[in-house]
């Protein structure tokens, strides 16, 4: 039944040889897993093995009828061929296997005529022999119980297929019920074929059926099919006893599958056809013979003058370029439809397959770094005119659409591209008009061509060149605020939208290079240059590493280079995270720090290192290569440095708050709830005003505490005279603030985030030249981004780049027959998807060891089509690591005990025992960095059985995570949203070939129904992303706000010397409540100027007029009448923080906090009876907890 034609997994001869290799294993990992859980391969199974135990897919299973006195009188008397499918189903799995498609007929035709070829098989019972009995029994009681007891017959399992073509059927098209007849002919063809497969078997001496009479039980009861104990003597006795005991006249049934199908009218004239195979076999039938049908399959081919007429996918969006895509041909019922021909098919293993995306030449120049840092004019101006010439075919495109419905469409595309062009050129007169800036993108093209030398890649690609000059305005205005062009581009927010591993990062790290060079070329000597944030766990230690190693090549290039003074602060980067994953601060304990005294004590003791071997953020060493860093305090300096133990170097990096407050480095790396700590920390306010002093031992600071610096009094001892100013810096506010995995900030977090954004910007705004940070945002998902960013940010939202006006082809990228992903669906048979993920990844596992020692059947396949069989160990080699991503931290618990056995198993087959690692967001980030390095590290010299192989994983690991030898992954279920599932399955295939299992959840409506329309949601997958929910008027959010940006405002007006502040700023309610009541008339009129500014949009018309009036109008009100007041009481709290009615969020997850509610007295039934069916509906599975 499978159609050659139809194989998603048919090589193209165009793709490049090594992707073919890579496919064919791909399809042979998928073949074994297709044997595995449709049991394809035909082998006869030993006991204990059982179908409805190990057949996961495509079954319809036999059914319990309730007895006729329990049943409702209609169906009583019902013609049980009549009964309605839907009163079949249970909780696990509809047993049902239907195709609905639309058809079109000859006017005039009463029915429609069909073909129907059935495939399925049938599990039935030989007798197992004597051996296979002693070995079942010795293995369950030990050699010395194999005798001891009486025993069940046992049975070998053996797998008939049948297979029954050309079932004609006639569908009347007319009103009214199907008359019961109308498939009689075709269902008696398909009754014989059942039979004869069943009588088959059972003409068969050795086939397994009931016993007379077995020994006695306790009770007295005969029971049937147990031999007495002394038929366990020796095998003459077994086959005696058998025969002796045998019921040859045991009549077997046979399993009664039932074809259906009828017809429904449409508009137009078409009709709605479906047919389905069911199961009507009744459990009681037969205690001894498994009736269900395991491994259902068939097809429908249209009859003359009757033609399938594909349909609209309903969930298909209005674009113009997935027109083809936004059709289906049918859907389906526990199975999803395929094409077949003219007609279509059922598939229970679906299959969809990504092609490659790859950079577009567009005949521009190959934009090497090399050549770039040299001269970049010839690559630019190939480009300019390279979109001129785009322009002009899109321009063309619009032409002849004119005509057509998408006319609008096409047209907004082409005025964006149009926009982008403008933007690329305007990017380019900057680079004339300032010759730093011009030196600064050269220094940066020099730093990646360094970091990349020896590797296979050598340039930018065409997205990411153009992204970074089309961005150079942004820089240029710092130094030429009078060009009204270049201010306009700090009122957009620009977000780069990207597929997942094309390279957003290093888009956005080159233009952040850039920005470091242009700020020292400019004279700004020290401070910030770019922010780069990340929503909550989802900081990539990835990440950190890539941009550490970019950091370490630009301040190597700075020094060769002479830019700058031997005094200004040398590159450096700043991990801003706290929490678990860094100290805030070193005098306290927090997550694996264990405050200063125990730290510094074991310092002194010698063993601070190797106490922290798996705290370090940074494993291999960005200078020699070596795994070597070690963690080291400096007692003196009161410092947390990663240090390497081999080349003795510091690595320029910051990892506890207070060091990053106190170093002010250029690239600060954070989380988002990090915003809050502009209430908490008066230290912030150094990222808009630049420090006031700077300690020579500890570094900057602007508030003393107890006369001193901000290393506190029991390190650090003021100087004669106090504390040197600090030297000014050069428009201190970062140049650039860069927001990844922008589609995370969502709801509660986004409406949190858009608040503390309009701080950040009102603060930027009384700060050095005045002018905000450049906001960009990085996705690999969104979906009608503008409300959102404009929410967050209040600026004009654009995004980047502009798509062609074909599918699959931009300026940018065009679409490569290579293969990149395959995706398999599985809709389990009674078995939990956590159970089937375990066998999945346990499988691929196996296979990939099994083909590791034993490679004859790769190479078979790989001879079969003409490819290379050489050097095999390096194909397997990049699909050792397989991920099982789960939604619950108790499926990742069940697969860890499973991947236990399985690593056990292995061991005992002399395959190596496998290690594997679970990562869920209770792992610190150090131990998460331990595994990725290791993966990372590892090679084929090291052995098998010491090498990370397995993976269990939540979402900390579906963003930022690149692996190259992470190629097979296995979730566990779907992740709630479309944006999730791309960011996870986009962790494997990034480099070669991946292969992505996804096990839908059963008892999930809306799991089923992905199942069922698994082709139409991969191929749309990108826009089956739903908008992100972002609301910064919900009042809540507001009133939970409010206190930390008034305090965040306070310290900012701590910076004010016409504010008249105290010397240690409002960080303490003491200095604070002196302040307040001494200079009230300057600081409610300037408090009561600034609050509104940030609760509104930064550029005016943005968000709607009345939306933002209502907010700022109901903030100042409980500005006014509950907070300020509060502020007036005595002074009895140490913190000023602590003098507000509601304390300052101190991490956006605040709102995270359960909260108890109680019903009332009158509901509480109402609400038990609620929650027990809730639980009966969900059949036992444990779901994932908020």
Request: charged share 25%.
């Amino acid at each position: 039944m499978n159609d050659a034609r139809n194989n998603p997994l048919a090589l193209h001869p165009d793709s490049a040889v090594d992707n073919q290799r890579e496919t064919v294993l791909i399809d042979h990992l998928t073949q074994v897993l297709a044997d595995r859980l449709a049991d394809r391969s035909g082998a006869p199974h030993k006991p204990p093995w059982t179908p409805r135990d190990h057949v996961v897919v495509g079954v319809l299973p036999a059914v319990a009828v309730p007895p006729r006195h329990l049943s409702a009188p209609d169906e009583a008397t019902a013609d049980p061929s009549r009964r309605p499918v839907e009163s079949l189903r249970g909780t696990q799995a509809p047993p049902v296997l239907a195709l609905d498609f639309r058809v079109r007929t000859i006017p005039g035709r009463r029915t429609a005529q069909l073909a129907v070829h059935c495939r399925f098989a049938l599990y039935l019972e030989d007798i197992a022999s004597y051996a296979e009995h002693m070995e079942y029994l010795r293995g369950d009681e030990g050699p010395s119980g194999a005798q001891a007891r009486p025993g069940e017959l046992l049975g070998v399992w053996r797998r008939h297929d049948v297979h029954v073509p050309d079932l004609v059927i006639e569908v009347p098209l007319g009103e009214g019920d199907l008359d019961p007849h109308a498939l009689s002919e075709a269902q008696q063809v398909l009754d014989r074929a059942v039979r004869r497969a069943v009588d088959a078997h059972f003409a068969r001496p050795e086939a397994r059926r009931p016993l007379t009479a077995g020994p006695q039980s306790r009770q007295g009861r005969r029971r049937r099919n147990v031999l007495p104990a002394e038929a366990m003597a020796d095998e003459e006795a077994f086959h005696h006893h058998v025969a002796a005991l045998l019921d040859r006249d045991a009549a077997p049934c046979a399993p009664q599958l039932v074809l259906s199908a009828h017809a429904q009218a449409l508009d137009g004239g078409d009709h709605l056809i479906r047919v389905s195979l069911h199961n009507q076999s009744d459990t009681a039938q037969s205690d001894w013979q498994d009736l269900s049908v395991y491994d259902c399959r068939f097809a429908v081919l249209p009859g003359d003058g009757i033609s399938i007429v594909p349909q609209r996918f309903h969930l298909a969006p209005c674009d113009y370029r997935l027109e083809e895509l936004a059709e289906v041909i049918g859907r389906g019922t526990g199975c999803a439809a395929v094409t077949h021909g003219v007609g279509l098919r059922t598939e229970t293993l679906p299959v969809h397959v990504q092609r490659t995306v790859v950079p577009r030449q567009a005949g521009v120049r190959h934009p090497r770094w090399r050549e770039l840092a040299d001269d970049p004019t010839p690559i630019l101006d190939s480009v300019e005119v390279a979109m001129a010439r785009y322009a002009r075919e899109f321009a063309a495109a619009c032409r002849t659409a004119q005509q057509l419905p998408h006319h609008k469409a096409i047209e907004a595309d082409r005025a964006q591209f149009d926009d982008e062009a403008r933007r690329f050129g305007l990017g380019r007169e900057c680079l004339d008009l300032d010759p730093d800036l011009k030196h600064a993108f050269q220094l940066a093209n020099e730093v990646f061509a360094r970091v990349n030398d020896g590797r296979t890649y050598d340039s930018w690609r065409l997205f990411q060149l153009v992204y970074i000059v089309s961005h150079l305005p942004a820089l240029a205005v710092r130094e030429h605020p009078q060009r009204a062009d270049l201010r306009a581009e700090l009122d957009h927010t620009d977000v780069l939208w990207f597929p997942a591993g094309g390279g957003k990062t290093e888009a956005y790290l080159g233009l952040i290079l850039t920005a470091m060079f242009y700020d020292r070329l400019r004279g700004k000597h020290a401070g910030v240059t770019a922010w780069l944030r990340f929503p909550l766990r989802m900081l990539s230690v990835q990440q950190l590493d890539r941009t550490l190693r970019m950091l370490i090549a630009a301040e190597e290039l700075r020094v060769e280079c002479r830019i700058g003074s031997p005094h200004d602060d040398p590159f450096a980067l700043g991990y801003l995270a706290g929490g678990t994953g860094s100290p805030n601060d070193l005098h306290w304990d927090g997550g694996w720090w264990r405050g200063w005294e125990p730290e510094a004590a074991a310092t002194r003791a010698g063993t601070f290192a190797e106490d922290h071997l798996r705290d370090r953020l940074v494993i291999t060493c960005p200078y020699c290569e070596r795994d070597s860093v070690r963690l080291r305090l400096d007692t003196d300096a009161v410092r947390l440095h990663h240090e390497c133990a081999a080349c003795q170097r510091i690595l320029p990096l910051h990892v506890s708050d207070v060091e990053v407050y106190r170093t002010l480095p250029a690239i600060v790396i954070s989380t988002v709830d990090k915003l809050t700590g502009h209430s908490w920390f008066p230290e912030f306010t150094a990222f808009q005003h630049g420090p006031k002093h700077r300690c020579a031992e500890h570094g900057y600071f602007s508030f003393p505490r107890f006369g001193v610096c901000s290393a506190g009094r029991d390190h650090c001892t003021a100087p004669k005279g106090g504390y040197p100013a600090a030297r000014p810096i050069k428009d201190p506010v970062p140049a650039l603030t860069v927001q990844d995995e922008m589609h995370l900030l969502k709801e509660e977090l986004g409406a949190f985030n858009a608040h503390y954004e309009g701080m950040i910007a009102e603060l930027q705004s009384g700060a050095g030249s005045g002018l905000p940070s450049k906001v960009l945002g990085a996705s690999a998902t969104i979906e009608q981004y503008q409300d959102q960013l404009r929410q967050l940010y209040g600026r004009r939202p654009r995004a980047f780049p502009a798509p062609g006006w074909k599918l699959g082809e931009s300026f940018y990228t065009t679409t490569r027959p290579d293969l990149r992903r395959v995706h398999i669906g599985v809709l389990p048979h009674k078995r939990r998807k956590a159970d089937v993920a375990a066998i999945v990844q346990g499988e691929l596992l196996t296979e990939i060891a099994r083909l590791q020692e034993e490679p004859k059947a790769l190479r078979e396949r790989l001879a079969l089509h003409g490819l290379p069989d050489s050097d095999l160990p390096r194909l397997l080699f990049p699909y050792e690591v397989s991920l099982a991503y789960v939604n619950s931290k108790q499926h990742g618990t069940q697969l860890d005990e499973e991947l236990g056995q399985l690593s056990d198993d292995l061991q005992h087959a002399g395959l190596d025992r496998v290690e594997h690692a679970v990562l869920t967001g209770e792992v610190p980030v150090p131990d998460l960095a331990a595994a990725i390095a290791r993966v990372q590290r590892e090679h084929l010299d090291t052995p098998r059985g010491e090498r990370l192989r397995a993976l269990v994983g939540t979402s900390v690991l579906s963003h930022g995570v690149d692996l190259e030898r992470l190629n097979l992954l296995v979730l566990a279920g779907m992740p709630p949203t479309a944006a999730d599932y791309i960011q996870v399955t986009a962790r494997a295939g990034r480099t070669h070939a991946g292969l992505v299992v996804t096990v839908y959840d059963p008892v999930s409506r809306r799991e089923r129904s992905m199942f069922s329309n698994f082709l139409s949601y991969h191929r749309l997958l990108d826009r089956m992303v739903t908008p992100v929910p972002v609301n910064k008027y919900a009042y809540f959010a507001a009133r939970r706000t409010l206190p930390g940006i008034v305090l965040a405002l306070l310290h900012d007006a701590a910076r004010d010397p016409a504010l008249k502040p105290p010397p240690e700023g409002a960080d303490y309610s003491k200095d604070f409540k002196r302040w307040w009541s001494a200079q009230r008339p300057l600081l409610d009129p300037w408090l009561e100027r600034r609050i509104p500014a940030c609760y509104r949009e930064r550029v005016e018309g943005v968000n709607g007029r009345g939306l933002e009036n209502d907010l700022v109008e109901r903030i100042m009100e409980t500005w006014r009448q509950e907070e300020r007041p509060n502020l007036n009481k005595g002074a009895e709290e140490r913190r000023t923080a602590y003098l507000f009615l509601q304390q300052p969020l101190t991490s956006f997850r605040d709102i995270d906090k359960s909260t108890s509610f109680q019903s009332l007295t009158s509901s509480q039934d109402a609400f038990k009876a609620l929650a027990t069916n809730t639980a009966d509906s969900k059949g036992g599975e444990d779901e994932p907890q908020p």
